[in-house]
């Protein structure tokens, strides 16, 4: 009964690839978000959606595109992956006005 | 450019030491939170101060935040080797929903 699960939680790759990875809540939350966390753990928010509309889209590139088919889930589709997109992707979920984040256990993507 | 910042980068005490982290930010906020995250797992809210606060506790976790200064520390007293993590200040950025955190500081505690 894990908050926030994500799938995979690895993903090895060959550059130019298309992968997807998925995430569910099911803490009845309305937002939901992806972060990048890099080599040097700096993490930085790419999207946030809330009640499936999308609130927040950083400068992402456009190969990544998030999907919200209900609140409860939200999915990551990146298209023609790179060697950069190597990182650990983190979905996580909030409710209310304190914005405090739950997150998933991350998804580790090797771009070869 | 990042909100928060913090400081030291790393950290390396014994069991049963304090632990002392910083963390600084840039623009004017409703409050700050601390994560903390093990390795290879997500990340954990351990606490929220809000911006009229000056300092707050929860179990062995002390944390001060000085807004003229835009400042906030977290202090974890007694600490356990179980504590070995890195832990991240966050703040909002305006009211975007947009979370904005520090690099983190790592922490080791030997036992």
């Known amino acids: 009964d894990t908050a926030v699960s994500q799938t995979p939680k690895y993903l090895v790759t060959q550059m130019g690839n298309d992968k997807s990875i998925k995430c569910e809540q099911n803490l009845g939350h309305d937002t939901m978000y992806w972060y990048k966390q890099d080599s040097k753990k700096f993490l930085k928010i790419m999207f946030s959606y809330n009640n499936k509309e999308l609130i927040i889209n950083e400068t992402v590139p456009n190969r990544f595109s998030p999907k919200s088919p209900d609140k409860a889930h939200l999915n990551l589709h990146i298209n023609s992956l790179e060697l950069g997109d190597s990182a650990v992707y983190f979905c996580?979920?909030?409710?209310?006005?304190?914005?405090?984040?739950?997150f998933g256990a991350g998804t580790r993507l090797s771009v070869l | 450019s990042q909100q928060g910042e913090e400081d030291p980068q790393a950290l390396s005490i014994q069991e049963g030491e304090n632990a002392t982290m910083n963390c600084s930010y840039k623009?004017?906020?409703?409050?700050l939170q601390w994560y903390r995250q093990n390795s290879g797992r997500g990340l954990v809210h351990l606490i929220l101060i809000r911006s009229n606060e000056r300092e707050k506790h929860s179990g062995r976790l002390r944390v001060t935040l000085d807004t003229s200064k835009k400042s906030s520390s977290l202090l974890i007293t007694a600490s356990r080797a179980a504590d070995t993590a890195s832990y991240f200040c966050?703040?909002?950025?305006?009211?975007?929903?947009?979370?904005?955190f520090g690099q983190g500081t790592t922490l080791q505690v030997k036992p």
């Open positions: 966050a703040t909002e950025e305006g009211n975007t929903g947009k979370l904005i």
């Open positions: 623009t004017s906020i409703n409050n």
């Open positions: 996580a979920s909030s409710h209310g006005q304190q914005n405090i984040q739950y």
